[in-house]
């Protein structure tokens, strides 16, 4: 534990090329458990962490914030899906947290960057043009990236939109004015092709959660991304 702002400052601008990011699943992770499966994917090579929680109580979801946190020990980005309050605790507990990302029906962005401080990094789930139309509007720095998606259907997110696809998130990319980093059902294969349309990192709940061995899988996922090519 024990962050500092520098630690967070500095998260900010390692978010614009986040590579493989790991969204926490509980019930995909299993018996093996959030933390491990963090820690095997960071050992694995991911250094993009967001924690999402929707149905734990808030001690539980803090607890786990700060298990995440302390098992990343400083090797990875830590963001807390949608609650800032989470975050906030966090912070103060000083766990090595930094940011949070938030979705459309959450707090505003602006309102979320007022309460998180100017060095927190703010993520922002976007896929329209209408969703870009309103970010155009928010004061320079509100937020570092957007997630957009999903790409394939995916049970982890079943009210999700449309499916985008690798063309339709290359043309939503092309148009974001912020690093972009591709979720939802995204696939081994989809990496490479994904990170040539524009993505700036590749965010995945099943493909680490759910995998036998979450650390060589996190790896697989890596290589395919570094290299740049479809795996």
Known sequence: MK???????????????????????????????????????VAGGVETIQVREKDASAADFYALVLAVAEAAA?????L??????????????????????????????ELVRTLVGPDAVVGLTANTTEHLDALAVLPPGTVDYLGAGVIRPTHTKPDHPEPLGV?????FAARAPL???????????????????????????????AAADPQRAAADLVRAWNAGIPA
Do not use: M, N, W
């Open 179 to 209: 690093p972009v980093v591709a979720i939802g059902g995204i696939l081994h294969h989809d990496v490479g092709p994904l990170r040539a349309a524009g993505a700036t990192g590749a965010a995945v709940v099943s493909a680490i959660c």
């Open 74 to 78: 400083g090797r990875a980005t830590v």
């Open 167 to 171: 063309e339709g998130f290359a043309g």
């Open 80 to 109: 807390v899906d949608d609650r800032v309050d989470i975050y906030l605790a966090a912070r103060a507990a000083r766990a090595d947290v930094h940011g949070v990302h938030v979705g459309q029906k959450d707090l505003p962005a």
């Open 3 to 41: 962050a500092g702002v520098a630690d967070v400052s500095r998260s900010r601008e390692r978010i614009r090329s986040s590579g493989i990011y790991l969204v926490t699943d509980t019930l995909l992770c299993g018996p093996r458990g959030v933390v491990e499966t963090v820690r095997a994917a």
